[in-house]
């Protein structure tokens, strides 16, 4: 999945006011994040497999630290501690984003064939194999996105030209990216892929541009939050926002 994560992440946004949009890209693509270090690395591993699915053509053999069901809620409890540690948000606040941490397997899991493990060592795999269907992920993926979006644009309203414009292209790049990966030839090597994982660190800055030009509507503060005024919230969000 990779529309649906960010659409998760638009979606979010309106319960958490406080809590930037770039954080909330952050905490939806952390295991895409850490994927691409880990495959540099040599510890997880994938191989170009064409017709491995009829979406991608990406054979997932060893992920158990960046994508394992155990491993991604330990990685949402560490980044809810973090987050609330260095910055100045409620603890709701922190267990949203680490909520959203925990999200990327319940979302992976209805695209992926019976390849996502329940945990390091183990030999249970899950999947219940969308990406087997192009027009079925297309559908899914663009109705996840689309709804986010959308509750994003009800929950904030833009200060200025930039989070008009900076959301709408974000939204488009996005977008053609998504069918790009559906209709685009495959990948070279597994360093290649890895190299435009790490890529995906552009939108988490973008998700913190387009946030700080954009103002809560009235009304949609939640409980325990304050209101986000389009300044960075926290050490982490100002530092990543420059």
């Known amino acids: 999945m990779f529309l649906g994560h960010f659409g998760l992440a638009f979606a979010t946004k309106p319960a958490a006011p406080a809590v930037s949009l770039g954080t909330l890209f952050l905490a939806c693509q952390f295991a895409d994040l ?24 990406l054979a997932f053999e060893h992920y158990p630290y960046s994508h394992s069901l155990l ?7 560490l980044v809810a501690v973090l987050y609330r540690a260095l910055g100045r948000v409620s603890a709701r606040a922190a267990v949203i984003v680490g909520l959203v941490v925990w999200s990327h397997w319940w979302l992976d899991v ?39 979006v959308l509750l994003y644009t009800r929950g904030t309203c833009a200060r200025d030209r930039a989070g008009s414009i900076g959301l709408w292209s974000l939204v488009a790049v996005l977008f053609a990216i998504n069918l790009a990966n559906a209709f685009g030839p495959p990948p070279p090597s597994a360093t290649a892929i890895a190299i435009a994982g790490l890529a995906m660190w552009i939108f988490v800055w973008w998700g913190y541009y387009v946030d700080r030009h954009r103002v809560s509507n009235p009304g949609t503060d939640a409980r325990g939050s304050r209101r ?3 300044v960075s919230e926290g050490l982490g969000e100002d530092l990543l926002s420059r």
Do not use: K
């Not at 390091?120 to 192009?134: E, T």
């Open 71 to 77: 491993t991604l809620a330990g990685w949402g409890v």
């Open 34 to 57: 850490l994927w691409p270090v880990l495959l540099l690395a040599g510890v997880e591993r994938v191989a170009i497999d064409p017709g491995n699915t009829a979406f991608t053509p």
């Open 110 to 148: 209805v695209m992926h064939r019976p390849d996502l493990p329940l945990r390091p060592g183990g030999d249970a795999r899950l999947g219940l194999g969308l990406w087997n269907s192009v027009p079925g992920t297309l559908v899914v993926e663009t109705l996840l996105f689309g709804a986010g």
């Open 228 to 230: 986000n005024t389009g």
